[in-house]
């Protein structure tokens, strides 16, 4: 085994990638902002500095640990040099802290704090750049950035995509869009990636909060919520809560107090999502038409899909998204109700994704000035708003959704994790196509966090090839596999974000990449003590095809829930 000395402890090391790596399994703490566990290394911010003996001052991230090694971390020669390199970035930097959205998470703002700087030597540079707030879903704020690169490695390694990168040096140096452009005038496709992993605030979802407050405050409006399945197990993270904490009830309570009318479950439009892709894709497997089938529920991959793949328009599932299909349902169903009028219903999602903002705005989904979802706020924004309301969220108690449209099965509330719908979907097409009751629920070979993850399905002589993968860069590269016909499926689940929405750049910034396993474990635990677990045993979703939908993929359901996508 090999050993080094951290400030004179034996630590022993492996296979990490770097001393960085091998110091933080001390416990000692190691500044930066360039590096990210999911990302290349880049070593450009110097926090990490460490004194070698021997070597001296080096940057522990771009250094290989080596047997014997004696690495001091916090000398006063290397205290002094993060401090110098940290005040130079606030030279940098729009210091608007007190009105950031990004306030009480901000990386900057910590470390500033943790390196004792609390003076500012240096004057805040002149040079102003204009907000970019030209996309649906996020807004650039380049006074805030701090040039460690992590949103251009986000889009470019795990997406692949790179519409964001460096441009000019010194004083004036950026990161932009390409060739100067707004943000939506490239072929950005709204992940937001690069918003979960900057450290400032730099690139953050566009707020709708004011917009929302403005609903609820007026007279007339019925405003109703949907609450994504991702959302539940991670907001708590925001309120001293473990991640993982799994929080429904409370939100619901939240919401409530807040103003909200109704709230209901986007897992109910989930379940119903089931019933009509799984239906669509068996109808295809059976004609053998336009396979493989992507599932089409991840806005940030059918624009991905739009933009890089437009071959592919037509192997999309044509059903719209469980949050389309909410907002859809709500529109048709709510308003006879509640004894209301169309136009005075709001829908608000409440999502961990950024692409669900531009997806509620997509002209499809807009039918003669009324929209199928009026707003979507990211996970962070509810934490705002609750925060805004004077609300103390950890001292909340559970209080039901309603119905009908707040019932759901575990099949609805998995589609949260990366490899959730093709699960989901794996529990209806059972049933339908052997006749069989499906008694042991959990496909496991379908979870995990591969970045590709496959199974064969046999079932009553119809053999279902499946794959699942999240990242678009992986996505790509399957894509590649298919075209070189090194791989074929029948059905392939993408997914945008690394691990699902879970990882939606709408959720609570966090640089522990343990967290998204706690949301995971947390979103398949639910399903185990739910009542439910296969959509075709909720209720209300069979009451809603009795008495509005008739069949699964019936032309009324095709007008309520499918859609058409388009380059
Ligand atoms: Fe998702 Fe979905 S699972 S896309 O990740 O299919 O955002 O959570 O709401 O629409 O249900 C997101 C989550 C979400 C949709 C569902
Ligand atoms: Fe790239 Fe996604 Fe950010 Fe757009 S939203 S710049 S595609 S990482």
Redesign the pocket.
Known sequence: NNFLYVNGEKVEFGNERNLLEVIRKTNIEIPTFCYHSELSIYGACRMCVVDIDGRGIVTSCTTKPQPGMKVKTHTSEVRKIRKIALELILANHDRNCTSCVKSDTCKLQKLSNDLGVNEIRFKEREIRFDLDKSSDALIRDPNKCILCGDCVRACGEIQGIGVIDFVKRGEKAAVMPAFGKELANVDCVDCGQCARVCPTASITPKYEVDKVWKEIENPDKVVVAQI????RVAIGELFGFKPGALLTGQIVNALKMIGFDKVFD??F??DL?VIEEANEFIQRKQEDYKLPLFTS??PGWVKFVEYYHPELITNLSSCK???QMFGSVAKEILPELLNIKKENLAVVSI???TA?KAEAKRPEFNHGGIKEVDYVLTTVELAAMIKEAGIKFENLTPEPLDMPMGFKSGA?VI??NSGG?SEAVARYAYEKLTGQKLFDFEFKQLRGSDALRTAELELNGTKIRMAIVSGLKNASELIKKLKNKEAEYDIIEV?ACPG??IA?AGQPYTTESDNKCKRASALYESDKTLQLHKSQDNPYVSELYSSLLGEPNSRKAHSLLHTKYYN
Not at 228 to 231: E, L, R, S, T
């Open positions: 994504a399945p991702a959302v986007t897992s439009a989930a999502t529920c991840c998204s469980p949050q999502m961990p994704c669900k609805g589609f949260g719908v997914m699902g929405c939606g």
